[in-house]
């Protein structure tokens, strides 16, 4: 009897521990990735696989987890470069990196730190492309530049497995001296665009009473012309008549004259005194002997 339960117990502690090394096989075998992570595995130190998100399988025992690379995007810490520009003036510039690792095994395997080394390669293009332009095309081409060095940072890290998805120039810092040069240069350039300006209102001003002068004695000459016209008509007109009625119509409007001189005159407010020339009354008996004869 004491030998059947011996058996009985030995069998049962077999199927225990079969069952206890089946569950650690399923344990070590089944692997879950986070969305925002990726598992580099290896078999005897060597790369076999990556994992992707969700459920995966390895073989128990051959294989582990060697390295849990998170993909999500990164930024470096902010540095600050000191650069000399084209014309020998010393900036210092900030700047700022983004990334995220797209291959994990060229990242694992290839380079140890990741952050002083894409630092550091940002660092060494900043300083270069800043040396290829003049202090005023690094502050008015700033986007520009931000292009060329993500560009060549890309080409830089490709190797590594790594997408530089932004880089930034924060901020473009100048010593005292430099500053105190560039206001001046400003505040002379101000002055010389007020001076430009006066200079170009007086011009105007010029122009425009050059221009208002020559309106006025066009305008004066057309006046004058018209007047002129005027009178050549009248005396054409008086010509005229002297042909058609001889010497008496040029009479007639000489004492028609002098006889509308005399009303007007006359028509004067106040006490005035009248000067009649002798020869009035002569002037008055022909205007009315010249309009008897045309009646």
């Known amino acids: 009897m004491g030998t059947v339960l011996a058996q009985v117990a030995g069998g049962d502690i077999v199927t225990l521990l079969l ?17 925002s992570q990726k598992f580099v595995v290896e078999r005897f130190g060597r790369l076999r696989v990556v994992l992707g998100p969700g459920i995966n399988f390895i073989v128990p025992f051959l294989d582990r987890v060697a390295h849990k690379i998170s993909i999500l995007e990164r930024q470096l810490p902010n540095a600050t470069q000191d650069a000399i520009t084209k014309d020998n003036v010393l900036v210092q510039i900030d700047t700022s990196v983004f990334y995220r690792i797209l ?27 800043i040396g290829k332009m003049d202090l005023d095309e690094v502050q008015s081409n700033r986007a520009q ?67 208002a002068e020559l309106y006025a004695a066009q305008k004066d000459a057309e006046a004058r012309r018209v007047l002129a016209d005027a009178e050549a008509y009248a005396t054409s007109v008086v010509a005229g008549a002297i042909k058609d009625n001889g010497l008496e119509a040029a009479q007639y409007q000489v004492a028609l004259k002098q006889v509308e001189a005399l009303a007007k005159i006359g028509q004067g407010q106040g006490s005035q005194t009248i000067v009649v020339p002798a020869d ?16």
């Open 103 to 129: 291959e994990p095994e060229k990242t694992v395997y290839r380079i140890r730190d990741v952050d002083a080394a894409i630092a550091t390669t940002v660092a060494g293009i900043v300083r270069a492309n």
């Open 145 to 211: 530049l931000i292009g060329q060095i993500k560009e060549s940072v890309e080409d830089a890290v490709d190797d590594w497995g790594i997408e530089v998805t932004r880089a930034e120039i924060l901020d473009v810092n100048l010593d005292q001296a430099t500053r105190d040069a560039m206001l001046q240069q400003l505040n002379a350039e101000r002055a010389r665009r007020a001076q430009v300006t006066e200079a170009e209102g007086q011009k105007r001003a010029v122009e425009l009473q050059a221009d």
């Open 19 to 35: 069952a206890g090394f089946i569950i650690l096989c399923l344990f070590l075998a089944i692997r879950i990735v986070p969305q």
């Open 280 to 295: 009035a009354a002569d002037a008055f008996g022909k205007a009315f002997g010249m309009l008897k004869g045309r009646g």
